[in-house]
């Protein structure tokens, strides 16, 4: 059972950057480890559903992400640490969520949160105006 564990949201103006990270533990059923599989970032306002934010695949070479953070948002990974990373930057008022990590089923990242089967407690990131 894989374990997801986020950290680094908080209170920001607009205009600020904020870095979460996302730490897993543990094993999948069939014994993967991090380095096999995709990871994903998602968030969810208060009264909305969760939505895509930034996916990775396994290698860290392949990255998406949805079109309101394009050029301002950055995903990262480091399988080493077992650790995925969401640099914030340019953050706006919208942005305010609670941000999830996620665990894709397959090594390539989805925007798709069906394809997510491990999801994080999530951290709240506050943007005041």
């Known amino acids: 059972q894989v374990q997801l564990a986020e950290s680094g949201g908080g209170l920001v103006q607009a205009g600020g950057s904020l870095r979460l990270s996302c730490a897993a533990s543990g094993r999948t059923a069939s014994g993967s480890t991090f380095s096999s599989y995709g990871m994903g970032w998602f968030r969810q306002a208060p009264g909305k559903d969760r939505e895509f934010v930034a996916a990775i695949d396994r290698s860290g070479g392949i990255t998406l992400y949805t079109d309101s953070v394009k050029g301002r948002f950055t995903i990262s990974r480091d399988n080493a640490k077992n650790t995925v990373y969401l640099q914030m930057n340019s953050l706006k008022p919208e942005d305010t969520a609670v941000y999830y990590c996620?665990?894709?089923?397959?090594?390539?990242?989805?925007?798709?949160?069906?394809?997510?089967?491990?999801w994080g407690q999530g951290t709240q990131v506050t943007v005041s105006s």
């Open positions: 996620g665990k894709d089923q397959h090594a390539t990242g989805s925007s798709s949160v069906g394809r997510y089967d491990s």
